[in-house]
């Protein structure tokens, strides 16, 4: 793992300031306080139920928080749609069931946005968008439908679609949990290039593997609270938690 | 003699697998299909034996009925002491049946406004035509043209007949085209308005959806003809024809929003989601993601809704205005030909039979062309 640790003077991207969220009665999210800076990749891990996605679908909105402050590139999320919409074009998202858009051949799922919500030329964000199904891997499938794709190609889709909108930061919510095994390694394999190109990324995922080699900070969640956030070097060899500890010996052992 | 690997060798008698005669093993085939689905018993052999005789008779019945007995010679006096039918009728009467008292040296702009319209219709089948960049604005030039060919215009130098005098086909196509034209849209944003998250809306369009639904159609198309103008000042009196589209598309437009609202059910949260994610706008993400799938999931009932629709312009003829069915009714009460029922409303059949059932193909090919896509 050669990846220079994010220096400290690295501006902060996403600030989050004792959130809170409750589903009806369950308190999903509790006093959760967290920084990433530019470049930094954070992976969230815990157990189902832990709040992790919750936290990550708030970042951009998909959720709404009901205490506490977040700030994205310091533009704080409120219900001003004008800044939800602001931050969303710097947040991109990658969904557990990839979500591409079933009626559009894969190029046009990938420039859609940019012609819309960026405004770019057709020509332009056409050219855009077979650059990143290239960068994928999977530029020979661009005027497919994504029905015709496997689960891995269509995962690969969906990150190259979030890419074309040139986010600054990129969240992905266990990308390859619905995937057949023998197709993980493939989605993991463009994610860790993304890592390496200096993205900033939040993934919620169950890959220690990856975490292990591309994450700077490990952050466990359990019971809506962040545990123990630490570095992959720590936290897999001297957990401070014992939670932590009770988690890693049940996801380790197989 | 079996080898080792459990199969027969190559030189004894061939057991089952023989080169298949194709023409042969579909004779028997058929045959073999008759013999297990229609004549497997003995009530099955009854009953097919029955069926075929029904079929039979029935329409042997009606060919000679309507070919071998019929006349189709001019004029009433052709069909004294004919047993089947009297086709003159349709021949004398079809343009009545095809434009209602349209002034008969002005029948040419109907038909060409319905050469226009058809044009276009079969070029849409067309899929790269239909493709092609701003075609639709080409059906809005033409159903423009259409109608002022229809109506008239004192500065092309076209006479403008009374709308009252617009009938048969013409007229039935007129509201089911312009109703559909107008209804489906309007109905769009009927859904999507029962779906708002803005309370209002939201209440403004169940409100609509559901008092227009508790109403029959003749009923709105009563108020559109005979209230409406009371409520007006004296002077203002629009359109009878206007009136009773008026009403048609109203009522439309209610059955169309709960089919469309059906189809945005079916979509699932997960695209909202990605589209949200991606920073579309509300209405880029309806427009582009919810409706085009919304829409593909309810083809089925939206083509059954147009179908309908269709046919209920047949009920403007209690307004006081003479679609198709109108004017058959009204071709059957001429004195000259008396008891003509059965022609004219079996021609009516045969056209209103066409028009549906081409509506009811379209939509198959569209689902098929849709299910192949993806």
């Known amino acids: 793992m050669s990846k220079p640790l994010p220096d400290a003077g690295q501006p902060l991207m996403i600030q989050l300031r004792q959130v809170n969220k409750w589903f009806g009665q369950f308190h999903v999210l509790k006093d959760i306080n967290l920084d990433v800076s530019r470049q930094e990749v954070v992976v969230i891990c815990g157990p189902s139920g832990s709040g992790k996605s919750t936290l990550i679908r708030c970042i951009n909105r998909l959720e709404e928080h009901q205490r506490g402050q977040i700030f994205v590139e310091g533009t704080e999320l409120t219900s001003d749609l004008k800044h939800i919409e602001l931050i969303r074009r710097e947040v991109g998202m990658v969904f557990q069931q990839f979500n591409l858009f079933p009626h559009l051949k894969v190029k046009d799922n990938v420039s859609l946005a940019p012609v819309w919500v960026r405004k770019l030329p057709r020509a332009e964000a056409d050219r855009l968008a077979m650059e990143l199904l290239d960068r994928v891997g999977i530029a020979e499938q661009a005027e497919k439908y994504p029905g015709q794709l496997s689960g891995g190609q269509q995962q690969r889709v969906a990150i190259a679609r979030a890419l074309a909108m040139q986010p600054k930061i990129m969240l992905f919510d266990e990308p390859t949990s619905a995937l057949d095994p023998e197709m993980i390694k493939e989605v993991l394999d463009v994610m860790r290039e993304l890592a390496k190109s200096g993205m900033t990324m939040i993934c919620v995922t169950h890959e220690m593997g990856f975490a292990r080699e591309v994450a700077d900070r490990i952050i466990f969640m359990d019971q809506g609270q962040i545990v123990e956030a630490n570095t992959p070097q720590e936290f897999f060899t001297n957990p401070r938690e014992q939670r932590t500890r009770l988690f890693l010996s049940q996801i380790l052992q197989h | ?374």
Request: proline fraction near 6%.
């Open chain 2, 1 to 374: 003699m079996m080898t080792e690997a459990g199969r027969l060798p190559p030189d004894s008698p061939p057991s089952k697998p023989q080169p298949p005669n194709p023409l042969l093993r579909l004779r028997l085939g058929a045959f073999g299909w008759m013999r297990k689905n229609l004549f497997s018993s003995w009530l099955n052999t009854l009953l097919t034996v029955a069926a075929a005789w029904i079929v039979w008779e029935a329409a042997s019945g009606m060919a000679r009925w309507a070919l071998l007995d019929a006349s189709f010679a001019e004029g009433p006096e052709a069909c004294k002491g004919i047993a089947g039918a009297c086709w003159g009728f349709i021949r004398e009467m079809w343009p009545l049946f095809l434009v209602g008292v349209y002034p008969a040296t002005e029948r040419w702009r109907p038909a060409v406004a319905l050469l226009i319209v058809a044009a276009l219709g079969a070029v849409t089948l067309n899929r790269r035509v239909r493709a092609r960049r701003g075609f639709w604005w080409l059906w809005l030039v033409g159903c423009a043209a259409a109608f002022l060919l229809i109506r008239g215009s004192p500065w092309l130098g076209l006479s403008m007949p009374e709308s009252t005098r617009w009938g048969g086909l013409m007229l039935t196509l007129i509201l089911t085209v312009a109703g559909i034209a107008v209804a489906f849209p309007f109905s769009i944003v009927l859904a999507l308005g029962r779906r708002s998250r803005m309370p209002i809306i939201r209440a403004l369009c169940v409100a609509y959806i559901e008092l227009i639904r508790g109403v029959p159609l003749i009923t709105i198309l009563f108020m559109a003809s005979f209230m409406l103008p009371l409520f007006f000042p004296a002077g203002l009196n629009f359109d009878k024809v206007l009136r009773a589209q008026v009403g048609i598309i109203l009522f439309s437009a209610a059955y169309l929003a709960e089919v469309v609202r059906g189809g945005l059910q079916g979509v699932g949260r997960g695209q909202l989601e990605a589209a949200g994610a991606l920073g579309l706008s509300y209405w880029h993400t309806m427009g582009f993601i919810v409706m085009p799938q919304a829409l593909r999931i309810v083809i089925p009932p939206l083509t059954g809704t147009f179908i309908a629709l269709l046919k209920d312009t047949s009920l403007v003829a209690i307004v006081g205005l003479f679609d198709l069915l109108g004017m058959a009714q009204q071709a059957v009460g001429n004195p000259q030909w008396l008891g003509k029922l059965i022609e004219a409303y079996a021609f009516v059949a045969l056209i209103y039979f066409s028009l549906c059932y081409g509506m009811s193909h379209f939509s198959r090919v569209l689902e098929r062309r849709f299910k192949a896509g993806q």
